[in-house]
């Protein structure tokens, strides 16, 4: 069985290390990649999790080949982000809340 390929987009937060921390219990997934803005918590968290960094989450969609891309960014950028992640077919897990209006949130259950 191939692992599924996660890349975990806002990789500084909280809720990311528990992501990062529930993935490594399971065999089927496989994470990659992290986008993080800030280019210090990048360095530590790829460092500890050996894996690839980004500063610019379109240019890991664009390198990594994921399977799922894990968006852990603030709600209000989770329309943003979620419709980029789309257009390179990926699948999408958004961290709560779905969106920060009902308009956001329908268009991304629309992608």
């Not at 979620?82 to 329908?106: F, M, R």
Request: proline residues 2%; negative net charge.
């Amino acid at each position: 069985m191939n692992k599924l390929r996660v890349g975990i987009i806002g990789a500084g937060g909280g809720v990311a290390a528990i992501h990062f921390e529930a993935y490594r219990t399971l065999e089927c997934i496989d994470v990659v990649a992290a986008a993080e803005l800030n280019k210090e918590t990048l360095a530590s968290v790829t460092s500890k999790w050996s894996i690839n960094g980004y500063t610019d989450f379109d240019e890991m969609l664009k390198k990594e080949n994921l399977d799922i891309a894990c968006i852990c960014v603030p709600a209000r950028y989770h329309r943003q982000v979620a419709e980029k992640v789309a257009e390179y077919n990926v699948h999408i897990l958004i961290e709560k809340p779905l969106a920060t209006n009902l308009i956001d949130g329908q268009a991304i259950l629309d992608i």
